[in-house]
């Protein structure tokens, strides 16, 4: 019901900054909710930021005050604006959406994007 395109990702040095977006494809009508994951090559896939259906908000620890989650409903997509990045946000990012909000940064998401790759380096 949901195709997640994710872009904006690259590779920047420690300090810079990246806006990565995700272009939603909705099939059908209906509510969902949507959030941002990474995964580092040999961890567990971890939320980021997400949006559930009342506006609340939700970040991670590790990124809460240098990231920040918004979305666009007239253009289904969402945005993850990163900044102060260090070494350890290199990952993979996901988009991720379900129909069931509130999962808030839980890996329970139905729909993912494929994902879009970034390297921050020292």
């Known amino acids: 019901q949901v195709q997640l395109v994710e872009s904006g990702g690259g590779s920047v040095q420690a300090g810079g900054s990246l806006r990565l977006s995700c272009a939603a494809f909705?099939?059908?009508?209906?509510?969902?909710?949507m959030g941002w994951f990474r995964q580092a090559p040999g961890k567990q896939r971890e939320g980021v930021a997400a949006?559930?259906?009342?506006?609340?908000?939700r970040y991670a620890d590790s990124v809460r005050g240098r990231f920040t989650v918004s979305q666009d409903n007239a253009k289904n997509s969402l945005y993850l604006q990163m900044a102060s990045l260090k070494p350890e946000d290199t990952a993979m990012y996901y988009c991720?959406?379900?129909?069931?909000?509130?999962?808030?940064?839980?890996?329970?998401?139905?729909?993912w994007g494929k994902g879009t790759q970034v390297t921050v380096s020292s």
């Open positions: 949006i559930d259906s009342d506006g609340t908000i």
């Open positions: 909705v099939y059908a009508y209906s509510t969902y909710c």
């Open positions: 991720a959406a379900d129909w069931r909000c509130g999962l808030g940064l839980a890996p329970a998401y139905n729909y």
